[in-house]
């Protein structure tokens, strides 16, 4: 015990707050941008939703690494768009801090845009139409009504899309780097301290990522208990 | 008065409706996939018609030449869904005062729970409530609204048919007290015959017949007609002189009123069939079978090798199989449905 306490006095957390705060603001984003996309997916005609939804939900297929490439290519200062970025708003994502957010943004978008319209896809159309009839405004509807309706399905889309952000390697990688202490995250030091041989602090992190996800899993599975008399109609 | 005119087409189907509704109940009787509930819909302005005009008391809801198609929040028409569309995650006080505005009155709240029997279930929620006090908080929430139409899609189906009878007395106090345009959705005859004072008979996405619901019954002057309000026994037939038709598929030849032109199809309701007789209308029993329901005999009969099945249906109390079956079955002229084309 003595010699645990010693070994973690000597680790550096950094690389912890690094992906905490990564984690936190690629979430927020996913969770506005992805609510927003489903729920106008959701009432879209069906050749453009078959078209954007392929489109949306191609981060989650697409290999990390490839992802990050093509955000590599983008936002890169000597390509006309992250060019026109950094020398009119000063915006830099590559090798950047700014970089890990959008790259676990994007890679986590996904998750919580696919849990969403799945929730919002069962929300049971004639209360919709209930609501509109008894008055009550469409925002008020939306807000009020679907979202309540829909909530095991997001905040399960919520806790799944924060554990893939703070997880992000790949696409991470290739557009923000590991700087230590700007953008080395969790999963970055992971590789790092196992190339260099030091298994010791490999496996530390190794642990506390395994930790946190059995966590998020099962708080997710006992909200989805909890909340099993609601679903089920009797 | 609601005013509804509307034509849309979705895929084969379409829909091509025209009718007015005073203060009254108006039954639109159709089987399922007849265009009944997307009648409804339009009106609602859930969905939107292709063309056509929808007014009530003169206010125009939609109209496709002048381009006027108001928002459902701004109809006031209340709808009561099938499965009631109570909101889950709302109890009872939320889901009533839900259409009551942005400052709802705490007595006229008062006032509906205690007119819907729902003392005590104000902060239950819709999965802790049986089938009938689901309906009254529909209802309720519906009228708290304070709607100028009211439509009612099979409020009854969802309930076991003990509750139903209850239910349906209680809504037909409401309405009577309510008297406002009011739109009744069913493919239950009874329920139309006991509730409505007008009926229009739907088939195919298009209205066929728009009578009393007495007169509907008594004389359906369409073969849809005839169906959805009961009617077994449908052939067709054709004229032979001024007061005789041929009815080849029963194989019989029937004396009927001189009064109707052109004949293609017959129908006698299985009651009206008596086991007596000779002579005209008399149809004479090749093959049988009988099948037994709660209270009645209906008894499955042919007059010949290759003819249609008539069924006539008996009361218990009046014929058991035990008399024997009769020789045959006799039908007064004036109980003989004539259909035109």
């Not at chain 2, 206010?59 to 496709?64: A, N």
């Not at chain 2, 007609?225 to 029963?250: F, M, Q």
């Not at chain 2, 249609?308 to 002229?333: D, H, L, M, N, R």
Request: aromatic share 12%.
């Amino acid at each position: 015990m003595q010699e645990f306490i010693a070994f973690c006095r000597q680790l550096d957390f950094d690389p912890l707050l690094i992906s905490l705060k990564t984690g936190i603001w690629a979430t927020v984003f996913s969770f506005f941008l992805g609510i927003f996309a489903a729920c106008k997916i959701v009432r879209a005609p069906t050749k453009l939703r078959v078209f954007l939804d392929a489109i949306l939900t191609l981060p989650m297929v697409l290999p990390p690494t490839a992802a990050g490439f093509f955000l590599l290519l983008l936002f890169s200062r000597k390509r006309l768009f992250g060019a026109v970025l950094y020398e009119r708003f000063g915006i830099l994502a590559v090798q950047t801090w700014l970089g890990c957010v959008l790259a676990a943004t994007v890679i986590s978008f996904p998750l919580m845009y696919k849990n969403a319209k799945a929730a919002f896809e069962q929300v049971d159309e004639n209360i919709v139409y209930a609501a509109r009839t008894l008055g009550i405004p469409e925002w008020k509807i939306f807000f009020k009504i679907i979202v309540p309706s829909a909530k095991p399905g997001i905040l399960s889309g919520t806790v799944l899309t924060f554990a893939r952000a703070l997880g992000e390697y790949g696409a991470t990688s290739m557009l923000a780097g590991n700087i230590a202490g700007k953008t080395g995250t969790v999963s970055q030091k992971i590789a790092v301290a196992l190339q260099s041989g030091d298994y010791a602090e490999a496996g530390f992190w190794a642990c506390a990522v395994l930790i946190f996800a059995l966590v998020c899993m099962i708080g997710i599975n006992l909200f989805g208990e909890i909340n099993r008399p609601f679903r089920n109609k009797q | 008065m609601l005013e509804v005119r509307i034509k849309k087409s979705v895929g084969q189907f379409c829909l091509d409706c025209e009718f007015l509704v005073e203060n009254e109940v108006f039954a639109l009787l159709g089987a399922s996939g007849s265009g009944k509930s997307m009648t409804l819909k339009c009106i609602a302005g859930i969905e939107t018609p292709d063309y056509g005009r929808i007014a009530v008391d003169g206010h125009v809801l939609f109209d496709s030449e002048r381009k006027i198609n108001v928002a459902p929040q701004k109809r006031r028409i209340g709808y009561l869904f099938e499965d009631y569309a109570l909101f889950p995650h709302m109890t009872v006080r939320q889901n009533i005062m839900s259409g009551m505005g942005k400052r709802p009155d705490v007595n006229t709240f008062k006032q509906y729970i205690s007119r819907f029997f729902l003392q005590g279930l104000e902060e239950a929620y819709p999965r802790q409530l049986s089938g009938g006090q689901k309906q009254r908080a529909a209802m309720a929430r519906m009228l708290a609204a304070e709607p100028d139409v009211l439509l009612l899609d099979e409020p009854f189906s969802a309930l076991d048919s003990h509750l139903s009878w209850q239910i349906e007395q209680q809504t037909r106090a409401v309405l009577e007290e309510w008297r406002k345009p009011t739109v009744f959705v069913s493919h239950s005859r009874d329920e139309v015959f006991r509730l409505c004072e007008r009926a229009a008979c739907i088939h195919q996405g298009k209205i066929e017949e728009i009578a009393s619901v007495r007169e509907l019954f008594l004389h359906p002057a369409t073969k849809t007609a005839a169906v959805l309000t009961g009617c077994k026994n449908i052939a067709e037939a054709y004229r032979l002189d001024s007061s005789h038709i041929s009815a080849p598929e029963w194989g019989v030849t029937l004396l009927v009123p001189v009064t109707a032109i052109s004949v293609s199809a017959v129908g006698i309701r299985s009651h009206h069939l008596k086991p007596e007789g000779s002579g005209e209308n008399y149809f004479p029993v090749h093959t049988y079978h009988i099948l037994e329901d709660a209270f009645e005999w209906n008894l499955s009969f042919r007059t010949k090798e290759d003819g249609a099945w008539i069924q006539w249906s008996v009361s218990k109390t009046e014929w058991s199989p035990a008399e024997g079956v009769p020789e045959g079955f006799w039908v007064s002229q004036g109980d003989i449905l004539l259909f035109g084309e």
